[in-house]
T-cell receptor
Framework: AQTVTQSQPEMSVQEAETVTLSCTYDTSESDYYLFWYKQPPSRQMILVIRQEAYKQQNATENRFSVNFQKAAKSFSLKISDSQLGDAAMYFCALPEDMRFGAGTRLTVKP | GAVVSQHPSRVICKSGTSVKIECRSLDFQATTMFWYRQFPKQSLMLMATSNEGSKATYEQGVEKDKFLINHASLTLSTLTVTSAHPEDSSFYIC?????????????FGDGTRLSIL
């Protein structure tokens, strides 16, 4: 059964604006990690950010941050000051499950 | 950091040919590697889990006789597409997890674009 759900097949953002990509998940683990991967047109898979479930503080990596709501099993990715190079497919993932959800295709408009 | 190398990056061959794709973990030992297939504008579809020294575990619907996986060492897994046909044309990508337990992220190869004429 799919444990990760991304309900936004496509999203669009204006350059320099902020966009949030949604992800919900299901797991029976109490201590776990969550990841966001980016796949640009080159198709290279790049780890963007990771969140440890037992940490209260939301992870941040430069312009990328997460909004982690453990009780709601929600793990959204916020991209601030969007750049043209952010255009890509984005996948959220649970390390316990090697299967990916449908992903969200992000378009950045100049 | 952990690096996974995948080779070749691009293959174009005639129908009926068998094609071998290699996936190597360059600076760590990977007892488990993963093989994915990706169609244009779609997500990665897990094909199989490659286990060092034992048989691969295939996902439902993936033909094990068509997609042969061998994981003979702790740093190398190979995927062989046997008697490839145009419908096998796709992007194939492998990954391995960093050592240190199940919560480690995957490290991906750069993928192989396979085109069968």
């Amino acid at each position: 059964a799919q444990t990760v759900t991304q309900s936004q097949p496509e999203m669009s953002v204006q350059e320099a604006e902020t966009v949030t990509l949604s992800c919900t998940y299901d797991t029976s683990e109490s201590d776990y990690y969550l990841f966001w991967y980016k796949q640009p047109p080159s198709r290279q898979m790049i780890l963007v950010i990771r969140q440890e479930a037992y940490k209260q503080q939301n992870a941040t990596e430069n312009r990328f941050s997460v909004n982690f709501q453990k009780a709601a099993k929600s793990f959204s990715l916020k991209i601030s000051d969007s750049q043209l190079g952010d255009a890509a497919m984005y996948f959220c993932a649970l390390p316990e499950d090697m299967r990916f959800g449908a992903g969200t295709r992000l378009t950045v408009k100049p | 950091g952990a690096v996974v190398s995948q080779h070749p990056s691009r293959v174009i061959c005639k129908s009926g040919t068998s094609v071998k794709i290699e996936c190597r973990s360059l600076d760590f030992q990977a007892t488990t590697m993963f093989w994915y297939r990706q169609f244009p504008k779609q997500s990665l579809m897990l094909m199989a889990t490659s286990n060092e020294g034992s048989k691969a575990t295939y996902e439902q619907g993936v033909e094990k006789d068509k997609f042969l996986i061998n994981h003979a060492s702790l740093t190398l897994s190979t995927l062989t597409v046997t008697s490839a046909h145009p419908e096998d044309s796709s992007f194939y990508i492998c990954s391995a997890k960093s050592p240190g337990g199940g919560n480690q992220p995957q490290h991906f190869g750069d993928g192989t674009r396979l085109s069968i004429l």
